[in-house]
């Protein structure tokens, strides 16, 4: 019998419909289009409005979508994963309500989070679940309501995120198919760059924090930049030489989508042309952890049985890190 790996046979997605642009930012703070574009390569982000809806109603509707798609029975599924730096409530777990939500009643669920590398440390988490052989099936979401957490009037951060949602599933498989490598990073220095200063239990909520608006993304940017830079395509860089990959067998660059200019300097470095290099930033903006699901379901239709993926992603704490996967079917 073939060595057992974790391959992902399924993709759901969801996005809200208000579409925030540009033009609607350069009402709202010094800004303009051409500088928004040029400089992270973004034109709208989705923004979840309507009132008392968090994270959790992204992801119970991107989980759907793909339970739909496949026509997978919830009850089957045995572990719910959401990946997320914006959960619904700060104690009770997300992932449980999402489970409960979605009818996968024999499943556990718990919340991970590692800001905008969370799906990709939760593809890691998710494989090794499989690959232990106690799980057939483990569903994967990455969701992030950023809304909630950006001041639009700080125009370093508002420009950047939007709301969305994406979510896999992982299922065993004796082809050799499905997740091949990782290698994953981080450094504690990245907490003084990017981060929420408030709400948590160095510095509990307050009036003051409330009025001093530390509740909101801090975000360095220059220096988060610097970082993101270097260390994704390093990370990218250092999987394909591990697993002897030329630029010519790595059929899609699966990048985190921060800032298109991260993404080109990624793809630069692995010696990847454009046309292999996933990218809907334009369209959505950086959504943290829904980024990578939300290309796969963008591009699943051009995806190939056994084609060579490479993901990267870089994000707050400092996080990062690469995933070489073969792709487990053919959607058309």
Same mark, same amino acid.
């Given at each position: 019998?073939?060595?057992?790996?974790?391959?992902?046979?399924?993709?759901?997605?969801?996005?809200?419909?208000?579409?925030?642009?540009?033009?609607?930012?350069?009402?709202?703070?010094?800004? =303009?289009?051409?500088?928004?574009?040029?400089?992270?390569?973004?034109?709208?982000?989705?923004? @979840?409005?309507?009132?008392?809806?968090?994270?959790?109603?992204?992801?119970?509707?991107?989980?759907?979508?793909?339970?739909?798609?496949?026509?997978?029975?919830?009850?089957?599924?045995?572990?719910?994963?959401?990946?997320?730096?914006?959960?619904? @409530?700060?104690? /009770? /777990?997300?992932?449980?309500?999402?489970?409960?939500?979605?009818?996968?009643?024999?499943?556990?669920?718990?919340?991970?989070?590692?800001? &905008?590398?969370?799906? @990709?440390?939760?593809?890691?988490?998710?494989?090794?679940?499989?690959?232990?052989?106690?799980?057939?099936?483990?569903? !994967?979401?990455? /969701?992030?309501?950023?809304?909630?957490?950006?001041?639009?009037?700080?125009?370093?951060? &508002?420009?950047?995120?939007?709301?969305?949602?994406?979510?896999?599933?992982?299922?065993?498989?004796?082809?050799? @198919?499905?997740?091949?490598?990782?290698? !994953?990073?981080?450094?504690?220095?990245?907490?003084?760059?990017?981060?929420?200063? /408030?709400?948590?239990?160095?510095?509990?909520?307050?009036?003051?924090?409330?009025?001093?608006?530390?509740?909101?993304?801090?975000?360095?940017?220059?220096?988060?930049?610097?970082?993101?830079?270097?260390?994704?395509?390093?990370?990218?860089?250092?999987?394909?030489?591990?697993?002897?990959?030329?630029?010519?067998?790595?059929?899609?660059?699966?990048?985190?989508?921060?800032?298109?200019?991260?993404?080109?300097?990624?793809?630069?470095?692995?010696?990847?042309?454009?046309?292999?290099?996933?990218?809907?930033?334009?369209?959505?903006?950086?959504?943290?952890?829904?980024?990578?699901?939300?290309?796969?379901?963008?591009?699943?239709?051009?995806?190939?049985?056994?084609?060579?993926?490479?993901?990267?992603?870089?994000?707050?704490?400092?996080?990062?890190?690469?995933?070489?996967?073969?792709?487990?079917?053919?959607? =058309?």
């Amino acid at each position: 019998m073939s060595k057992l790996t974790a391959a992902i046979t399924a993709v759901g997605a969801y996005v809200p419909d208000f579409v925030l642009t540009n033009q609607m930012l350069e009402q709202i703070v010094d800004t =303009n289009d051409e500088w928004i574009t040029t400089r992270t390569g973004i034109k709208t982000r989705h923004i @979840l409005k309507e009132k008392g809806k968090g994270t959790s109603h992204m992801a119970i509707k991107a989980a759907e979508n793909l339970l739909e798609k496949s026509n997978v029975d919830p009850k089957e599924i045995d572990l719910v994963i959401v990946s997320t730096a914006t959960p619904d @409530l700060p104690v /009770a /777990a997300t992932a449980a309500y999402v489970a409960t939500k979605i009818g996968a009643v024999n499943a556990f669920a718990y919340d991970l989070q590692a800001a &905008c590398s969370g799906f @990709l440390y939760g593809m890691s988490t998710a494989s090794s679940y499989i690959e232990s052989g106690r799980y057939k099936k483990v569903l !994967l979401i990455g /969701a992030d309501k950023m809304s909630s957490i950006i001041d639009y009037e700080d125009r370093a951060t &508002c420009i950047i995120f939007g709301d969305g949602a994406g979510a896999v599933l992982f299922e065993p498989n004796e082809e050799g @198919l499905g997740h091949q490598d990782e290698y !994953l990073r981080s450094d504690g220095i990245g907490r003084d760059f990017l981060r929420i200063e /408030a709400g948590g239990s160095i510095l509990p909520a307050s009036e003051e924090t409330v009025k001093n608006k530390q509740h909101y993304v801090y975000q360095d940017g220059k220096t988060v930049f610097k970082f993101a830079v270097s260390n994704m395509a390093d990370v990218a860089e250092k999987i394909m030489k591990r697993n002897n990959l030329t630029h010519n067998d790595v059929h899609w660059l699966v990048p985190h989508q921060a800032n298109k200019r991260i993404i080109d300097a990624t793809a630069s470095r692995m010696g990847i042309d454009n046309s292999k290099v996933m990218v809907n930033i334009e369209k959505y903006g950086n959504t943290t952890s829904a980024t990578l699901p939300l290309l796969l379901r963008d591009y699943e239709n051009q995806l190939k049985k056994g084609d060579n993926l490479i993901f990267a992603a870089f994000g707050g704490g400092f996080t990062w890190g690469s995933i070489y996967l073969k792709w487990a079917y053919n959607s =058309n």
